[in-house]
């Protein structure tokens, strides 16, 4: 997640759509005052290796406290600070209590989205980077593909209601970074660091990797998904943008 005065925009952080690698490229256009949430150890290692700058101003300042959140911290000894995969809901709250007056409604707000069944893809391999891995059919009976949606449409609705201005499509991804880069005034398209080397040997598209049965049954769970995005057509929508 990054909230850049400089650029007055809000990247609200996805899960298995490239978010590590989008943060860390648009961290390298961020100001000293800008909020940038830290990423893996691995991760914040080869940021500076490739002189991106590292996460910063995440900690809410304990000046800033109320009593209850002092209360909590001298019980606690933990710091308030804004979150890697923080959904609009909260960072709306803590912005209008920690930024200036009128950043979440003034900023321009995107995340990006990918296919759900894409992502629960990716999420199996990510889970099982060994080639001794179970089936993906095994898999999908942990049932753990459904956190995605805590991870996913839950992070930039309340209510249901799509509550920023963008949803970019990893599916375009080039495009995508170009219409950022324009739309934020950056100074170039940002290039992305490949962060995750993938053990992904088998890239064939998600429908010719599961079941029909398992295909009926992901698509039921992720209807709301589907229907909010019309993900039948996702890789044709490369200007899908709030209105």
């Known amino acids: 997640m990054i909230i850049s005065h400089k650029y007055k925009f809000i990247f609200i952080k996805t899960s298995k759509t490239a978010g590590s690698s989008i943060e860390a490229a648009l961290s390298n256009y961020c100001g000293k005052h800008d909020i940038i949430m830290p990423l893996t150890i691995g991760e914040e290692r080869k940021k500076s290796n490739l002189g991106i700058p590292p996460a910063q101003n995440y900690m809410i300042p304990r000046h800033k406290y109320d009593i209850a959140e002092w209360r909590k ?55 099982n980077r060994k080639e001794s891995r179970p089936s993906i059919s095994e898999y999908l009976a942990e049932k753990r593909y459904q956190n995605l949606h805590k991870l996913g ?82 890789c044709l929508k490369s200007d899908y943008e709030i209105q």
């Open 73 to 127: 911290f001298i019980k606690t000894k933990k710091r308030k600070k804004f979150g890697g995969h923080m959904s609009a809901r909260i960072i709306k709250k803590l912005c209008q209590l920690y930024c200036p007056e009128d950043t979440w409604k003034n900023y321009f707000k995107f995340a990006f989205e990918r296919h759900p069944l894409e992502r629960v893809v990716s999420q199996y391999y990510f889970h």
């Open 153 to 234: 449409c839950n992070l930039y609705t309340i209510n249901d209601q799509i509550v920023i201005d963008r949803i970019c499509f990893y599916e375009n991804l080039e495009a995508e970074m170009a219409f950022l880069a324009d739309r934020l005034g950056l100074p170039e398209v940002p290039v992305l660091p490949k962060f995750k080397t993938s053990t992904r040997s088998d890239r064939r598209s998600c429908k010719d990797l599961l079941t029909s049965a398992e295909i009926t049954m992901l698509e039921k769970f992720f209807a709301r998904e589907l229907e909010l995005l019309d993900y039948e057509n996702c």
